[in-house]
Structures are given as C-alpha cells and as structure tokens.
C-alpha cells in the first residue's frame, strides 16, 4: 500500500498562508528549498486542490527558463515537471505536465490510489488533506514551521472527529529557525 505524507511549509501558529493568501513569511533559505525539491524528486503521484494547482502551475512549469533562475530552481521545476500529479477539481477542465484530473469524490479516489502500485503520495492542499485527515487515510504528516505568528489564514490542521495520535520520527533544524518535524499516524 501506498503511504500518503501530508507536508507543508506552516506558520507557528499553524497557518499554511496568513490572511488573504499571503505566503511572504514562508520563503525556504536553499537548504530547505533543496529539501523540499528533494522530496518532489521521490514522490512518486502528487495530490492537488485546485488552489494550490493553480499557484504552482502558473509558475514551476517555465520557471527553469526565467532569466536569473538559479540550479536549485531549474532543478526544481524539472522535477515538477516530471513528478505524476493528481489535481481534484470541479471548476476546472484541464490540467498539463504529468498531471491528471479528478473531479469526483476526492476520498474514494485517494482511498483507491493508495492501493496502487508505486512511490509515496504526497497531498499538500489544506482542503483535499482535511478530507483525506478526517478519512483516516494520512500515513505521515511533515511539517516545516517557520518562526513567524500570522494571526490567521489557512491552518494546517482541520475539525476532526477523533483523536489522531502520532509518533515522532524526525525533527531537523534548518536556518532562519525554521524547523522540521515529521510523524506518523499510530494505527
């Protein structure tokens, strides 16, 4: 079975954009940049809500060819590129670079995926990774938290019905205090 990891860059107070979908605090410094591209590189399907599709499809597709683009960028946006992606959407009718669209029942579909072969999944949308919370269906979660209090926007954590207890498996500091934490669900 497929494990299903849901990382995000988060705020301290648990916020993946601060009011008005600002993501300003949450620039990587290029060791966490690399560790983010390094994980694009190993995963193997993608899973994305349309808010999130939108923001990286208008940017990584071309951005190995903007002018000051630097190796870890152009390295990024290949991977990109090439990783396999799912987007979940009823509002949109297309989708390009390795990516296909679903718009039915996210849950069943994800639900399905993880029994196919292949590598890891990765959800990164908060609205299609609380469905996914509230399923039962996260195998790990990777938090990289940023020391910076936004006071509100799109929090990492849902409602949920039940507890999800979790087991520690790592913790890594990277510059600017930005720490990363990863666990997984205790089944």
């Known amino acids: 079975m497929r494990k299903l990891t849901y990382a995000m860059n988060l705020s301290l107070d648990g916020y993946i954009t601060a009011p008005g979908g600002d993501l300003g605090w949450s620039v990587p410094s290029d060791e966490l940049f690399q560790w983010w591209s390094d994980r694009v590189g190993a995963t193997g399907l993608a899973l994305y809500g349309r808010k999130l599709w939108e923001m990286m499809s208008s940017h990584w597709p071309t951005a190995d060819q903007q002018p000051g683009a630097t190796p870890a960028q152009i390295e990024f946006a290949r991977r990109w590129r090439d990783m396999p992606k799912v987007v ?63 006071g509100g926007g799109t ?33």
Do not use: Q
Request: no cysteine; proline share 4%; charged share 20%.
């Open 88 to 150: 979940f959407s009823s509002t949109i009718s297309s989708v390009d670079w390795n990516t296909r669209l679903v718009s039915g029942d996210a849950v069943t579909e994800i639900t399905r995926l993880k029994t196919e072969n292949g590598g890891p999944m990765d959800v990164s949308s908060a609205t299609l990774a609380a469905a996914a919370m509230r399923a039962g269906l996260i195998d790990e979660y990777a938090l990289a938290t940023h020391p910076v209090l936004v």
């Open 155 to 187: 929090p990492f954590f849902t409602a949920l019905d039940n507890w999800v207890n979790l087991d520690l498996v790592e913790t890594r500091k990277f510059p600017d205090g930005v720490l990363l934490t990863r666990y997984v669900s205790r089944r």
